[in-house]
């Protein structure tokens, strides 16, 4: 599993000129799967996920969480995280999960975050040909794998 994590100030997904989705302060997760993928790697990368200091105190620290903050997350699928150029110019995916079964991932995934932090999580559309629109805040972009 890997995940980009951005801070954003704002963040949208549009599919077919149709806004989806779309979060104030807080996190714009960008996340993609590989076979060897379980439910059990999704969990510990949302316990991570939520605790991560990356807001900033008082101080200008990045010290305070999520929910510390009451930001918001908005998860999009992205199997292009696994995109392989090592040979030649175009890349492979040989290496993302398949689709079906990274479909159930990704609902996993966005289930479990909305259990565990309720009414704070939007997400984008499986498979689709989404358009994402942010406002990267610092920036602030963290690769979790």
């Given at each position: 599993?890997?995940?980009?994590?951005?801070?954003?100030?704002?963040?949208?997904v549009t599919v077919n000129n149709e806004l989806i989705s779309?979060?104030?302060?807080?996190?714009?997760?960008?996340?993609?799967?590989?076979?060897?993928?379980?439910?059990?790697?999704?969990?510990?990368?949302?316990?991570k996920l939520l605790n991560m200091r990356i807001f900033s105190?008082?101080?200008?620290?990045?010290?305070?969480?999520?929910?510390?903050?009451?930001?918001?997350?908005?998860?999009?699928?992205?199997?292009?995280?696994?995109?392989?150029?090592?040979?030649?110019?175009?890349?492979?995916?040989?290496?993302?999960?398949?689709?079906?079964?990274?479909?159930?991932?990704?609902?996993?995934?966005?289930?479990?975050?909305?259990?565990?932090?309720?009414?704070?999580?939007?997400?984008?559309?499986?498979?689709?040909?989404?358009?994402?629109?942010?406002?990267?805040?610092?920036?602030?972009?963290?690769?979790?794998?």
């Amino acid at each position: 599993m890997k995940l980009v994590i951005q801070r954003v100030k704002k963040a949208s997904v549009t599919v077919n000129n149709e806004l989806i989705s779309e979060i104030n302060q807080g996190l714009l997760i960008l996340v993609g799967f590989a076979d060897s993928d379980t439910d059990s790697i999704s969990s510990k990368h949302i316990n991570k996920l939520l605790n991560m200091r990356i807001f900033s105190d008082i101080n200008q620290k990045m010290n305070l969480n999520i929910r510390q903050v009451e930001g918001e997350i908005l998860v999009v699928s992205q199997f292009t995280l696994y995109a392989d150029l090592t040979k030649g110019n175009r890349p492979s995916f040989m290496k993302a999960a398949h689709p079906k079964f990274a479909e159930n991932l990704y609902k996993n995934f966005v289930e479990t975050l909305k259990k565990e932090y309720p009414d704070k999580i939007k997400s984008g559309v499986f498979g689709a040909n989404m358009e994402v629109l942010l406002c990267n805040d610092g920036p602030v972009t963290i690769l979790l794998e």
